[in-house]
């Protein structure tokens, strides 16, 4: 309220009068006929005549206790209008130089009521648009609409009534003109191909090899949303990285893959309470490309070898902001499949029993994601998924941070940490059931969203 009569205030001091309204006089004081009402439906307010005058305006800036607490609320916003600046001239009231009233103050007051009429509303639409959050009331939500009375003169001039005015719900669009769809389907789509080069002379002091790396990444997200299905929860996302750099120390390939990954992971959910769903989670990742080590024809990994399936029954939180998104998915009953698909490669490496192309776990898992966006163009991603059979604990910790230098360009530094207890201990080296990569790239980079 304070910030209202401070806005109104300064308003005044730039124009003669601030507002002038239509009054009525009673035993009980002076009665305002056009003062807004709440959604109750509030009668018009009385005030205590400061200027014993047998009129039916009296022109705020001739006394001094017009601003009383709750004048001026609660503030109600119907649609936003076009206010053109009054004039003599285009008034229904021919006031104008060619008027014989013109120059001797019979039209004073009427100047002053229009005046202050649109200085009003000038500063009420400002106030709504640059405060909207402090505007509790929206005409086109209300169940009821508030009154807006108008006062009528009848029986010869006697009696003055006061009529209702109807009142007609507008959404801005109609005013505007806008065609505006609606969108069930929330869609967001990033694309990026970044690469580092390094060229090194074959007379440097230290030594080393030229080589080139390169990393594309597609991301598409599909979600419901949440405005029109407010008790449902459905999101889609499907995401293929591919890494490749040049090795020149391998003598059998001029390239290495360093990245290869396909993952699709899916959330389906029922509200149950607050930010609480009833959900189901599906997770699925492979790779495309056969992947060897290097100066070997050993294979290492191929498509569907290994392949993971993992579905969850439990409970998701989800609450988003502007800024944030974060979710986190306890699924106490989970089935998690893994698949070595192709007889060139050791099943046993991925805990499948030798002569067998998958197995089948029971267990439990639990996912969280997070999304921040640190200033207008730095985006951290993070997703954690943890699995266990009761026998053995498998998990997966991913982070993006990516910077965008501009619509087209942006860098990102990327770090992947698994645990798996099942892993094997790497001879000569420290690196047992921790395993890590990280990855720093610049380069092109497209996104596309309808949130």
Same mark, same amino acid.
């Given at each position: 309220?304070?910030?209202?009569?401070?806005?109104?205030?300064?308003?005044?001091?730039?124009?003669?009068?601030?507002?002038?309204?239509? %009054?009525?006089?009673?035993?009980?004081?002076?009665?305002?006929?056009?003062?807004?009402?709440?959604?109750?439906?509030?009668?018009?307010?009385?005030?205590?005549?400061?200027?014993?005058?047998?009129?039916?305006?009296?022109? $705020?800036?001739?006394?001094?206790?017009?601003?009383?607490?709750?004048?001026?609320?609660?503030?109600?916003?119907?649609?936003?209008?076009?206010?053109?600046?009054?004039?003599?001239?285009?008034?229904?009231?021919?006031?104008? $130089?060619?008027?014989? %009233?013109?120059?001797?103050?019979?039209?004073?007051?009427?100047?002053?009521?229009?005046?202050?009429?649109?200085?009003?509303?000038?500063?009420?639409?400002?106030?709504? +648009?640059?405060?909207?959050?402090? +505007? &509790?009331?929206?005409?086109?939500?209300?169940?009821?609409?508030?009154?807006?009375?108008?006062?009528? +003169?009848?029986?010869?001039?006697?009696?003055?009534?006061?009529?209702?005015?109807?009142?007609?719900?507008?959404?801005?669009?109609?005013?505007?003109?806008?065609?505006?769809?609606?969108?069930?389907?929330?869609?967001?789509?990033?694309?990026?191909? /970044?690469?580092?080069?390094? %060229?090194?002379?074959?007379?440097? %002091?230290?030594?080393?090899?030229?080589?080139?790396?390169?990393?594309? /990444?597609?991301?598409?997200?599909?979600?419901?949303?949440?405005?029109?299905? &407010?008790?449902?929860?459905?999101?889609?996302?499907?995401?293929?990285?591919?890494?490749?750099?040049?090795? $020149?120390?391998?003598?059998?390939?001029?390239?290495?893959?360093?990245?290869?990954?396909? #993952?699709?992971?899916?959330?389906?959910?029922?509200?149950?309470?607050?930010?609480?769903?009833?959900? =189901?989670?599906?997770?699925?990742?492979?790779?495309?490309?056969?992947?060897?080590?290097?100066?070997?024809?050993?294979?290492?990994?191929?498509?569907?070898? &290994?392949?993971?399936?993992?579905?969850?029954?439990?409970? @998701?939180?989800?609450?988003?902001?502007?800024? +944030?998104?974060?979710?986190?998915?306890?699924? $106490?009953?989970?089935?998690?499949?893994?698949?070595?698909?192709?007889?060139?490669?050791?099943?046993?490496?991925?805990?499948?029993?030798?002569?067998?192309?998958?197995?089948? /776990?029971?267990?439990?898992?639990?996912?969280?994601?997070?999304?921040?966006?640190?200033?207008?163009?730095?985006?951290? =991603?993070?997703?954690?998924?943890?699995? @266990?059979?009761?026998?053995?604990?498998?998990?997966?910790?991913?982070?993006?941070?990516?910077?965008?230098?501009?619509?087209?360009?942006?860098? #990102?530094?990327?770090?992947?940490?698994?645990?798996?207890?099942?892993?094997?201990?790497?001879?000569? @080296?420290?690196?047992?059931?921790? /395993?890590?990569?990280?990855?720093?790239?610049?380069?092109?980079?497209?996104?596309?969203? @309808?949130?």
């Amino acid at each position: 309220m304070y910030r209202i009569l401070s806005i109104l205030i300064a308003v005044v001091a730039m124009v003669p009068a601030m507002r002038a309204d239509i %009054y009525t006089k009673s035993s009980d004081g002076i009665r305002i006929l056009n003062a807004s009402a709440d959604s109750a439906g509030m009668v018009p307010r009385v005030y205590t005549p400061i200027e014993a005058a047998d009129t039916l305006v009296i022109i $705020p800036e001739r006394f001094y206790d017009v601003y009383e607490p709750g004048y001026l609320s609660p503030m109600i916003f119907d649609t936003y209008h076009y206010i053109e600046p009054w004039t003599l001239e285009n008034s229904e009231v021919n006031l104008g $130089p060619d008027s014989k %009233y013109f120059g001797t103050g019979a039209d004073d007051w009427i100047r002053d009521l229009h005046r202050s009429m649109l200085s009003t509303n000038t500063a009420r639409q400002q106030y709504i +648009v640059h405060f909207p959050r402090e +505007v &509790p009331f929206n005409l086109a939500n209300m169940t009821r609409a508030p009154r807006h009375l108008r006062a009528t +003169v009848e029986s010869g001039g006697k009696k003055i009534v006061m009529k209702d005015i109807p009142i007609e719900a507008k959404k801005p669009a109609d005013e505007l003109g806008l065609d505006i769809n609606e969108k069930r389907w929330l869609h967001t789509f990033n694309a990026s191909l /970044q690469f580092s080069q390094a %060229y090194i002379s074959p007379n440097w %002091y230290q030594g080393g090899n030229n080589n080139v790396n390169a990393l594309a /990444q597609i991301i598409w997200n599909v979600k419901l949303n949440e405005k029109f299905y &407010p008790k449902l929860l459905f999101e889609m996302t499907t995401q293929y990285k591919l890494g490749v750099n040049s090795a $020149p120390d391998d003598t059998i390939r001029n390239y290495n893959i360093t990245d290869d990954i396909f #993952q699709f992971n899916a959330k389906f959910g029922y509200k149950a309470r607050s930010n609480w769903y009833y959900s =189901t989670n599906v997770a699925f990742k492979t790779q495309l490309f056969n992947n060897y080590a290097s100066n070997s024809r050993d294979l290492r990994a191929a498509f569907m070898s &290994p392949g993971e399936l993992n579905i969850g029954i439990g409970m @998701t939180y989800s609450r988003n902001t502007k800024r +944030v998104n974060f979710g986190a998915s306890i699924n $106490p009953l989970s089935y998690n499949l893994k698949t070595c698909t192709n007889d060139r490669m050791n099943e046993t490496a991925f805990g499948i029993k030798e002569g067998r192309s998958s197995v089948s /776990q029971i267990g439990s898992n639990a996912e969280l994601t997070f999304k921040a966006r640190l200033t207008w163009n730095i985006t951290y =991603t993070s997703r954690l998924f943890l699995f @266990t059979n009761y026998e053995y604990l498998q998990g997966d910790w991913q982070n993006t941070l990516a910077f965008d230098i501009n619509k087209f360009l942006s860098t #990102q530094f990327y770090w992947h940490i698994r645990y798996d207890t099942s892993t094997d201990r790497v001879e000569g @080296t420290d690196w047992h059931r921790f /395993q890590c990569k990280e990855i720093f790239t610049f380069g092109l980079s497209y996104k596309f969203s @309808t949130i």
